[in-house]
Nanobody, 121 residues
Framework: QVQLVESGGGLVQAGGSLRLSCAAS????????MGWFRQAPGKEREFVAA?????YYADSVKGRFTISRDNAKNTVYLQMNSLKPDDTAVYYC?????????????????WGQGTQVTVSS
């Protein structure tokens, strides 16, 4: 497993931007699928974006969010633009060893502690 630490959350007005970072330590980072998930109060955790050699996004964030990774820094990023109040949630970084890029939380075996993102209207 890898250890993951998220940062970059905060309070922002609707229409604003934030960039989340997730620093990884442990096994070779470049071979992992990396994903971002989020969980709003009273709701289930949901997929946001994932990256390995390609990227994949939830429909709700497509065109607004961008996932990227810097393997030299063992870090994955989530650039969030045009934020909406519905984006308010705790955002979690996750790492998985599967061959294929996946949107399913159980396919990820390492999770960060989460970082709060709050978007005010």
């Amino acid at each position: 497993q890898v250890q993951l630490v998220e940062s970059g959350g905060g309070l922002v007005q609707a229409g604003g931007s934030l960039r989340l970072s997730c620093a990884a330590s442990g096994r070779p980072f470049s071979s992992y699928n990396m994903g971002w998930f989020r969980q709003a109060p009273g709701k289930e955790r949901e997929f946001v974006a994932a990256i390995k050699w390609s990227t994949y996004y939830a429909d709700s964030v497509k065109g607004r969010f961008t996932i990227s990774r810097d393997n030299a820094k063992n870090t994955v990023y989530l650039q969030m633009n045009s934020l909406k109040p519905d984006d308010t949630a705790v955002y979690y970084c996750a790492a998985g060893r599967g061959v294929l890029l996946t949107t399913h939380a159980p396919d990820y075996d390492s999770w960060g502690q989460g970082t709060q993102v709050t978007v005010s209207s």
